[in-house]
């Protein structure tokens, strides 16, 4: 450690860090560098300004295991107002640095140059291997010291503007490439994102967070009327609700800016409304009506914007009643084929389109200078419900994961008493639930077939399928067709049980444009009881402009219901075509052939219940295709 005087004002100053070059003078704010042993000013700097950060010097905490304290703060400025920057000392030597940037903190530590890297090169949603880490471009800006504080690695320059890239990796990997006022060979700062909660503060440690007091309860400086900012320590801009104009929160006051155009759709939620999701209470602080225009047709949406102390800020999109809710993603996190796929944690998200999103009109606060007109290249992937979206401009590019939500749950959320408007069309991200009943009918089909075809094999186990009579006919070559002189009797047989008698005759000569007719009669030689039947055995072939043709075949079967029990004997009495005579009468008659089976099994219920079972699935499946085509018409990329 090292001690002595102030040179400009004498006050007692110490460096406790080994890395630490330069400590700022805590009365007259004098750069103080140590050369050796001696202590020399190297200029001053602007105190600090108090902010909404909850971090202060001396502060100490834990990051993995790993404990550190915070020992300097820079805080810099492009232009839209200052963001704070921590200089910290770990417990194992290291030194790192811990940025603030709405709401969300990053660690990151120094590791050294990347030679032949130029600042010309990157671009926002560009994608880079660095390090072997694969990386995604989010942000390239610039800045400039302003003030500082407490104890720093080196002496700053508040006339130099300085250049940087913010990329992102998988799994909350956070790099910066600070250029300085260089355009190549840029240092490397390599971190992770971070909560509040995971900085290893004790919540009593923490500075409570400033609010800016005239700004709670200030006026419009265009219409007088109540502006009620509910986030003025985060806010840039807000727009009146009442008058439209747009006005500058950045310097800590309100200072008008320009007139805009009032939304032109009605806005469903107001400003100030409470609402729970993800486990979060969000405050509504401000939307914006965006648009775009596809093939000369406008399509409109509104995003409400939500705040929240600790969890910063997030979006509550609504589109012709569909509702979105789109929390940050870290670029690095999705895997992205630019316009054709997303891969987010294990899903494949399919582009769906690709517009230039022009943002319309503003009502309520903003953490950013957003203006009329202002415009973005929107992209949205989907895979109901979900969906990743990238918004880019010429210098950042964001990313949110959007989750479907019905009206009912946003009703739900903002215990709102009235009901939403019903949803309009389909949404790129709304769930397919044709798709879900078809998938229940699908289950249920399976277990009525799986039970179907139980019981056939119950039925099939049960029956007898006995052969009770095999017999050959033939029929006179004088007889007349249907006369006494073609009838035929079996020899007695037995019927064991009551059940089905399956009838199979086959006619033994072929048939040519000619057909034969057998009508049979079970007669009960006990009851005299008759179960009759007929079978007609058809064959006719010809040409005509279609071509060869033919129908019919040389046997059929017919099934007789419930035949009782009991002895039985077979009469049959055939008949057949007239141009049949002068065959039967070169060919020694028509001879043809009766198998009788008796308790077999009759297939064709089992056929006619697996045709009716399976409408309902195909129903199902006509509905859910038809949804989804639907969906993809409004596609630009498919």
């Known amino acids: 450690m090292t001690q002595g005087a102030c040179p400009s004002c004498g006050a ?16 007259c704010q004098t750069m103080v560098a140590r050369t050796g042993v001696d202590l020399e000013s190297h200029g001053r700097v602007a105190r600090v300004v108090e902010t909404d950060s909850p971090l202060r010097l001396g502060l100490e905490g834990r990051v993995n295991s790993s404990a550190y304290q915070i020992v300097g703060h820079l805080q810099k400025d492009h232009g839209a107002g200052p963001w704070d920057e921590w200089y910290v000392e770990m417990a194992d030597g290291r030194t790192g640095w811990l940025s603030e940037s709405e709401g969300a903190f990053h660690l990151l530590f120094d590791a050294g140059v990347e030679e032949g890297l130029e600042l010309d090169a990157l671009h926002p949603g560009d994608r880079l291997r660095l390090r072997n880490r694969p990386l995604v471009i989010e942000e390239r800006g610039h800045g400039r010291v302003v003030a500082a504080e407490g104890q720093l690695p080196s002496d700053v320059d508040s ?49 409570p967070r400033v609010r800016k007091a005239t700004l709670q309860q200030a006026r419009c400086t265009q219409c007088n009327g109540p502006l009620e900012l509910r986030a003025p320590d985060q806010t840039m801009r807000v727009a009146c609700p009442y008058c439209g104009a747009l006005l500058d929160v950045s310097k800590g006051k309100l200072s008008f800016l320009k007139l805009l155009q009032k939304p032109d759709l009605p806005a469903d939620l107001s400003l100030g409304m409470k609402g729970t999701l993800d486990g ?11 648009s775009c225009v596809v093939e000369g ?40 084929v630019p316009q054709s796929s997303a891969y987010y944690e294990g899903r494949r998200y399919k582009a769906f389109q690709s517009v230039t999103a ?107 399928n006995a052969q009770v009579l095999d017999m050959l006919v033939q029929v006179p070559p004088g007889a007349s067709s249907g006369t006494p002189a073609t009838m035929h009797f079996s020899e007695p047989f037995e019927i064991t049980r009551a059940g089905n008698v399956r009838v199979e ?3 033994a000569n072929a048939l040519d444009n000619a057909w034969v007719g057998v009508q049979g009669d079970l007669v009960n030689q006990q009851t005299q009881d008759v179960v009759s039947f007929y079978e007609e055995i058809s064959y006719y072939h010809g040409r005509d402009s279609d071509g060869s043709w033919s129908e019919g075949g040389n046997q059929g079967s017919v099934f007789l219901s419930t035949v009782p029990a009991g002895k039985y004997v077979l009469r049959t009495t055939t008949s057949y075509d007239p141009n049949l005579g002068l065959q039967v009468a070169n060919r020694g008659g028509i001879g043809y052939r009766v198998r009788l089976t008796h308790d077999t099994v009759n297939e064709s219920w089992l056929v006619i219940a697996l045709v009716l079972l399976l ?8 509905g859910s295709t038809g949804f989804e085509t639907e969906r993809w018409k409004e596609s630009n990329l498919q």
């Open 505 to 507: 005759v086959a006619v």
């Open 159 to 207: 006339s130099q503007d300085a250049y940087y890239v913010d990329a992102t990796g998988p799994r909350g990997l956070f790099v910066t490439l600070d250029f300085g006022t260089r355009d190549r060979d840029p240092e490397v700062f390599l971190g992770q994102r971070l909560e509040l909660s995971q900085l290893g503060i004790p919540a009593n440690d923490l500075r």
């Open 12 to 27: 007692s100053v110490e460096f406790t860090v080994g890395s630490a070059q330069v400590v700022v003078c805590g009365h």
């Open 280 to 290: 979060v209470e969000w405050i509504l602080i401000g939307y914006q009506e965006r």
């Open 358 to 464: 022009v943002t319309d009109a503003v009502v309520g606060e903003f953490y950013w200078q957003v203006f009329q007109g202002e415009t973005a290249h929107a992209t949205e992937y989907v895979a109901p419900p979900y969906s990743v979206n990238e918004d880019a401009t010429d210098n950042e590019v964001t990313y949110t994961h959007g989750e479907y939500l019905t009206p009912e749950q946003v009703q739900a959320a903002f215990k709102l008493k009235e009901p939403l408007p019903e949803p309009r069309g389909i949404s790129p991200s709304q769930p397919n639930t044709r798709r879900k009943k078809l998938m229940e009918t699908l289950v249920w089909t399976g277990i009525w077939v799986v039970a179907l075809l139980a019981l056939s094999a119950f039925l099939h186990a049960r029956a007898l």
């Open 615 to 622: 409408l309902a699935p195909g129903l199902s499946l006509i």
């Open 297 to 336: 047709t406008r399509y409109p949406w509104l995003e409400y914007l939500l705040y929240h102390p600790t969890r910063g800020f997030t979006w509550l999109m609504e589109s012709n009643g569909h509702w979105v809710f789109l929390k940050p993603l870290a670029a690095g996190d999705a895997d992205v």
